[in-house]
């Protein structure tokens, strides 16, 4: 078993309800690497590997996997070599975002939130 990410939601009793506007994509292609798979190798139903998944609250407990989606498994191939660019550091998991900043689909996706 290996560890290929993690991913931070909002959430909790004092929270309004949300949801993904988007499809989120997560690169695991360097820890299938690691392990010597390649990702063409999803596309046979007999290789040894499968994706699980697991869901905690900060606290550390377990939360249930109908708490989001289950993963799907999507192949991409390369579209050609790129450069690493300058990393920028955030402080916190998360940013929230100037209500003046907002692009025209974060301000809709907003509105379409507050009218629930």
């Avoid at 989120?24 to 499968?50: M, N, Q």
Wanted: charge should be negative; aromatic fraction near 8%.
């Amino acid at each position: 078993c290996v560890r290929a990410g993690g991913l931070f939601v909002l959430g909790g009793p004092l929270e309004m309800p949300w949801e993904f506007d988007r499809l989120f994509k997560y690169d695991i292609t360097s820890v299938l690497h690691e392990i010597g798979i390649e990702p063409e190798d999803v596309f046979d139903a007999h290789a040894p590997f499968r994706v699980t998944y697991e869901i905690h609250a900060v606290n550390g407990s377990a939360l249930p996997l109908s708490t989001l989606s289950p993963p799907t498994i999507m192949f991409q191939p390369a579209a050609g070599a790129a450069q690493d660019g300058a990393s920028y550091d955030v402080a916190g998991v998360g940013v929230r975002k100037n209500i003046n900043d907002l692009t025209n689909a974060e301000t809709n996706s907003l509105r379409t939130a507050l009218r629930r």
